[in-house]
């Protein structure tokens, strides 16, 4: 048996590397444009317009003189739009191993569980006009309207109050259904009545409870036709009667859609923003309660595309959460970018600090804003909060004198360039001793402020973060 050569060897290891780092970027492309990527997001719109002119052709072509007049170049956009949505949905099996949910399956069983996700057997009915139009008869064969309008369901993956409202549905799935049988009850039950007051005046209309139905149906859901009404006197107060206890059975299910849909918005807003603070490498070690004791701290803040949000030398006060949209943070020589979920300004709920780089929105952006004499009104409360916070202050021997860490850009130059590989390292050597940052506490926080200056008192001198 022939060896392989060093040559070959790295030829193939090189070739390895490079189909790696493609099957990450398509995966960068098409799945995390809803985490916050540039890309992502760019990819996930141009998809979405997909979608819809999809659903448009669909209507179009049902319309006699158009279908005459554009008749071909409606087959030949659909044959496009069917095309790109196939090679999506081949490229999403592709690198559905590199999901988090499936990255310890192997690959051919982490494509098929992908395969069996909701939203990818929606990407699949999505496909099946086209290729059914290929492997049929590619010139006449018409796939089911109902199959192609399918496509539609595609939004569901980049909506995110779709998902809620999907999500809200089947969780008060039993109280709906509860609802509804209760206004079906009624349905009969005024039909009943009905028939029984009408069925000798208006034996057209009334000679049976299942004609009755309609107008009870009609009456109940207040749409009231008109075609059939009642023409006697008790009928007349038993159609009002009905009316108004209509309007109270629809707001029956309305008002359980709405509180559960409220519900989930809240609850997902809440589980994105505990997200962001449990990733602030300052909040790591916290347990979940006081993380979520922090994220209620957080107040909103709106800014426009190309405001300065903070700059260089000024008092640092406050850390930055980008809920949406995308900042630009300059350091001396070094720009980088920070999008949805990204943060800025760590240090800065320490005290005593300033800002060393000047931040502006490239787009108009939403911000969540924790202010440090918040946090320290709950550390003051908080002892034990306040002794693992600092416990993590103290450890970071050569923490920088300003609110942002250098390795916080670093890791924003990464996450640029797709290649994450992680903060660690590219930690800040230089940093001075820290100041006593919470006077007044217990005797265990001042202890571990007094230990967390000395350690870094050791260290070295000020670093001069500004390369310029």
């Avoid at 087959?75 to 496009?80: F, T, V």
């Avoid at 590989?421 to 265990?444: C, R």
Wanted: aromatic share 8%.
């Amino acid at each position: 048996m022939a060896e392989v050569g060093p040559r070959a060897t790295d030829e193939l290891s090189a070739s390895t590397g490079l189909l790696l780092r493609v099957r990450r970027r398509v995966y960068r492309w098409l799945e995390l444009g809803s985490a916050g990527d540039r890309q992502g997001r760019w990819f996930d719109r141009l998809l979405i317009l997909l979608v819809v002119a999809a659903v448009a052709l669909v209507a179009l072509e049902t319309v006699p003189s158009l279908a005459a007049e554009w008749g071909d170049r409606f087959s030949l956009a659909e044959r496009i739009i069917g095309a790109v949505f196939l090679a999506e949905y081949l490229a999403r099996l592709w690198v559905a191993d590199l999901h988090p949910p499936f990255r310890h399956y192997s690959p051919a069983g982490a494509r098929l569980r992908y395969a069996l996700q909701p939203a990818a057997i929606i990407d699949l009915l999505a496909v099946l006009p086209f290729v059914l139009g290929l492997l049929f008869v590619p010139a006449d064969f018409k796939v089911m309207v109902l199959l192609r309008f399918a496509r539609f369901f595609k939004l569901a993956r980049y909506s995110p109050a779709l998902r809620s409202l999907t999500n809200a549905l089947l969780s008060e799935r039993h109280a709906i259904g509860a609802s509804l049988l209760i206004i079906f009850g009624v349905v009969m039950l005024a039909a009943t009545a009905m028939y029984m007051v009408e069925r000798e005046v208006q034996p057209q209309a009334f000679g049976s409870i299942p004609d009755a139905v309609w107008w009870a149906m009609t009456t109940v859901t207040t749409v009231g036709y008109g075609d059939v009404v009642p023409v006697t006197p008790t009928g007349k107060v038993l159609g009002g009667l009905v009316m108004l206890l209509g309007y109270g059975l629809l707001a029956l299910p309305v008002g359980i859609v709405a509180t559960a849909f409220a519900r989930e918005i809240h609850s997902r807003d809440f589980a994105v923003t505990w997200g962001m603070v449990a990733r602030v490498p300052l909040f790591q070690d916290l347990r979940a309660a006081d993380i979520a004791e922090i994220a209620r701290l957080l107040r909103g803040q709106s800014v426009s595309a190309g405001q300065v949000i903070s700059r260089r030398g000024e008092p640092a006060s406050s850390m930055y959460f980008i809920a949406s949209g995308l900042v630009e943070v300059t350091m001396g020589q070094t720009r980088a970018h920070l999008g949805e979920g990204g943060f800025f300004g760590e240090m800065a709920v320490l005290g005593d600090r300033q800002r060393v780089a000047t931040v502006t929105a490239e787009s108009d952006t939403r911000l969540l804003v924790l202010e440090a004499q918040d946090l320290h009104a709950l550390m003051a409360r908080k002892s034990d909060l306040a002794r693992r916070i600092l416990d993590e202050v103290r450890q970071r021997r050569g923490a920088s004198w300003g609110d942002i860490l250098e390795e916080e850009i670093a890791e924003a130059e990464e996450m640029e360039r797709g290649e994450v590989t992680g903060a660690d390292e590219a930690v800040s050597e230089a940093g001075e001793a820290l100041p006593d940052l919470f006077a007044g506490w217990s005797n265990t926080a001042d202890a571990a402020v007094t230990g967390a200056g000395t350690d870094a008192g050791a260290g070295s001198g000020r670093k001069d973060t500004d390369a310029g």
